[in-house]
Nanobody, 127 residues
Framework: VQLQASGGGLVQAGESLRLSCKSS????????MGWFRQAPGKEREFVGT????????YVSDSVKGRFTISRDDAKNMMYLQMNSLKAEDTAVYYC?????????????????????WGQGTLVTVSS
């Protein structure tokens, strides 16, 4: 499995941004995929996850109501729609995949629960 994240950039607080993660090399509906982020000097933090087989999603409390995860099966793409961005959302965002898996595991909110990672895309939110 290979993952490629894109869509990061510099935005003002309150604006929106959509990140994309393209996957290849595995049957797309056999993934659980997730978004994590890592700010300078901090540990990698769980943002959200989606089961590609069921479409079920789960996001962290810190982004709930602002961020949404979706997928496009035809394009093998996962998206992270980020609205009402805050300065504290500034980080490098990574997409990860846990394959093969169709339901969330107990480690879905931990980076160790994913076996493949994309290269990361930087999101900078200015206040």
């Amino acid at each position: 499995v290979q993952l490629q994240a894109s869509g990061g950039g510099l935005v003002q607080a309150g604006e929106s941004l959509r990140l994309s993660c393209k996957s290849s090399g595995w049957s797309f509906n056999l993934f659980v995929m997730g978004w994590f982020r890592q700010a300078p000097g901090k540990e990698r933090e769980f943002v959200g996850t989606i089961s590609l087989s069921s479409g079920s999603t789960y996001v962290s409390d810190s982004v709930k109501g602002r961020f949404t995860i979706s997928r496009d099966d035809a394009k093998n793409m996962m998206y992270l729609q980020m609205n009402s961005l805050k300065a504290e959302d500034t980080a490098v965002y990574y997409c990860g995949a846990d394959t093969p898996r169709t339901v969330f595991s107990a480690t879905v909110v931990e980076s160790a629960g994913y076996d493949t990672w994309g290269q990361g895309t930087l999101v900078t939110v200015s206040s």
